[in-house]
């Protein structure tokens, strides 16, 4: 029912920064939350920053203060802005949104991930 779509990965050097966009399309009611996570390799996929609705935020605490999260309602897009990159931010980043259907429910959504990679 809905689909994310994300941009903005690369490869960037530590220190740098990047701007991860997701947009959602298809047929739902509302989105809820949208959020980003990432995934190492090796490693299990963490909450990287999430936003509500009404503009409430979360951080992973290994983010806060480097990374802010945005939402555009009316274009159904997260940004996630990423400042002050380190090698550790090196993962595949995926867009994730709830979403309420016309039909009833909530589900959750995946885009199919990008790749940031923090390197000199």
């Known amino acids: 029912q809905v689909q994310l779509v994300e941009s903005g990965g690369g490869l960037v050097q530590p220190g740098g920064s990047l701007r991860l966009s997701c947009a959602a399309s298809g047929s739902f009611r509302r989105i809820n939350v949208m959020g980003w996570y990432r995934q190492a390799p090796g490693k299990q996929r963490e909450l990287v920053a999430h936003?509500?609705?009404?503009?409430?935020?979360n951080y992973a605490d290994s983010v806060k203060g480097r990374f802010t999260i945005s939402r555009d309602n009316a274009k159904n897009t997260v940004i996630l802005q990423m400042n002050s990159l380190k090698p550790e931010d090196t993962a595949v980043y995926y867009c994730n949104a709830n979403a309420v259907r016309y039909l009833g429910g909530s589900y959750d959504y995946w885009g199919q991930g990008t790749q940031v990679t923090v390197s000199s």
């Open positions: 936003i509500t609705s009404g503009g409430g935020t």
